[in-house]
């Protein structure tokens, strides 16, 4: 069975149910300390996007635990897209008053890719890459398309 996560109709890449087990599994490890992948998160951010940096309050440990909180309850419910519904227009509209743009996601992905491998470890794996980048386009289309968030 696949599950979407919220995307309109369309070419859409959907989760299947070892991908949603592999995503909830892994962000089990990192939801037992969130300090250390929620400071990790911004440090890759900023190391691929530098111009990204003036978007952001200076308090990152605060924000780093806003977004990782935000992401444990989008992983929590990767499999009820109704209920993300909200979430995302929700999301999707404070990123666009702040001016964030469709393409701004792309080194925020990477940023959450390297941050999973890193504090993984040796529990990381192609296939825990695979279904993180496919979660990861997948809410953040659902949140662009949502919050009418501009493509660039």
């Keep these: 069975m696949r599950h979407t996560v919220g995307v309109n109709s369309g070419a859409q890449m959907a989760l299947t149910e070892k991908q949603l087990g592999l995503i909830r599994e892994s962000f089990d490890i990192l939801r037992q300390d969130l300090s250390q992948p929620s400071q990790l998160f911004y440090e890759e951010l900023f190391e691929r996007a530098p111009h990204l940096r003036s978007l952001f ?14 992401l444990a309850v989008l992983v929590d419910n990767l499999h009820q897209p109704d209920v993300l519904s909200p979430r995302y227009h929700d999301l999707g509209t404070r990123h666009a008053r702040l001016g964030i743009t469709a393409e701004m996601f792309v080194p925020m992905r990477e940023a959450l890719l390297a941050t999973i491998k890193e504090t993984l470890g040796d ?15 997948e809410m953040a289309a659902a949140m662009t398309d949502r919050g009418n968030i501009p493509k660039s």
């Design 123 to 137: 529990r990381h794996d192609p296939e825990i890459a695979a279904a993180w980048r496919v979660a990861f386009d």
């Design 57 to 70: 309050r200076d308090d990152l440990g605060g924000q780093g635990m806003r977004f990782m909180t935000t």
